[in-house]
T-cell receptor, first 111, second 114 residues
């Protein structure tokens, strides 16, 4: 059974700082890992999907890495902005389609 | 291209009543998923459709929950009768392929059972 853990649960940083969000998973037999962003009262926005054959995926200021052997993924946010404030969720499939989510990291970027 | 849409955005009902949630997936997406987040917990899988067929409903809490996807287009999730512990946010997602494909989520329906 897949379990996903995200650390830290909350993070507060000043604007402009680079930061790393961590995600660990127990079952390394995954097809991919997906990072989402959730704004208060809103749905989930897909940020990045890393296939199991990839080690990194980049989109703008975001970079996600995947290490299947150690059961870890990181989301790196460069030059953080107040608009980046949100809850960040990682999700790994416990089978090839059912996503298992972590509880998320609540990020606050202070101006 | 329109994203995944859900209706209603909020629903407040009393214990014992019936509520039906609707999800319209992205056009052309054969795979449709329902997830739920209850207060303080992580988002959990409920079930998965491929076109009109249920592929996996292992996450459905009990037989008070009934999901349908007539014609392989939109889906409904009915809760009858609703209980207090059914309160939470119900998310729908869709994907083009099931294996190794991005799931796109709707805005969710916030259900409150009083």
């Amino acid at each position: 059974k897949q379990e996903v853990t995200q650390i830290p649960a909350a993070l507060s940083v000043p604007e402009g700082e680079n930061l790393v969000l961590n995600c660990s998973f127990t079952d390394s037999a995954i097809y991919n890992l997906q990072w989402f962003r959730q704004d208060p009262g809103k749905g989930l926005t897909s940020l990045l999907l890393i296939q199991s054959s990839q080690r990194e995926q980049t989109s703008g200021r975001l970079n996600a890495s995947l290490d299947k052997s150690s059961g870890r993924s990181t989301l790196y946010i460069a030059a953080s902005q107040p608009g980046d404030s949100a809850t960040y969720l990682c999700a790994a499939p416990s089978s090839n389609y059912k996503l298992t989510f972590g509880k998320g990291t609540l990020l606050t970027v202070n101006p | 291209e329109a994203g995944v849409t859900q209706f209603p955005s909020h629903s407040v009902i009393e214990k014992g009543q019936t509520v039906t949630l609707r999800c319209d997936p992205i056009s052309g997406h054969d795979n449709l998923y329902w997830y739920r987040r209850v207060m303080g917990k992580e988002i959990k899988f409920l079930l998965h459709f491929v076109k009109e067929s249920k592929q996996d409903e292992s996450g459905m809490p009990n037989n008070r929950f009934l999901a349908e996807r007539t014609g392989g287009t939109y889906s409904t999730l009915k809760v009858q009768p609703a209980e207090l512990e059914d309160s939470g946010v119900y998310f729908c997602a869709s994907s083009q392929a099931s294996v190794a494909d991005t799931q796109y989520f709707g805005p969710g329906t916030r259900l409150t059972v009083l």
